[in-house]
């Protein structure tokens, strides 16, 4: 069994930055990667980030690209999201998964941390 745990949410005006973490726990073993996944209200589950965790390989929406990154700590099994240049829609619960099977998949999530970015 593998625990995920977001911290790092709050509420920001436009343009600013928020770093949210994820860190795993319950096995000893690394993930083949891990991801950040976001929820707004009346939307569906979108993915926003991932990251492949022996190569660093990093994938990001679109949406995303340029204002994001997505890091880890390999030794703390910890996941990070930066995001700068915040926008209104990027308000969103943001929830971590890990993925312990190839091809990916996202068997084990968080319990989100709410992002809210005012205007």
């Known amino acids: 069994q593998v625990q995920l745990v977001e911290s790092g949410g709050g509420l920001v005006q436009a343009g600013g930055s928020l770093r949210v973490s994820c860190a795993a726990s319950?096995?000893?073993?690394?993930?083949?990667?891990m991801g950040w996944f976001r929820q707004a209200p009346g939307k569906e589950r979108e993915i926003v980030a991932t990251?492949?965790?022996?190569?660093?390989?990093?994938f990001y929406a679109d949406s995303v690209k340029g204002r994001f990154t997505i890091s880890r700590d390999n030794a703390k099994n910890t996941v990070y999201l930066q995001m700068n240049s915040l926008k209104p829609e990027d308000t969103a619960v943001y929830y971590c998964?890990?993925?312990?099977?190839?091809?990916?998949?996202?068997?084990?999530w968080g319990q989100g941390t709410q992002v809210t970015v005012s205007s």
């Open positions: 990251i492949r965790w022996n190569s660093g390989n990093t």
């Open positions: 998964a890990a993925s312990y099977k190839e091809p990916l998949t996202w068997d084990y």
């Open positions: 319950g096995r000893t073993s690394s993930p083949n990667a």
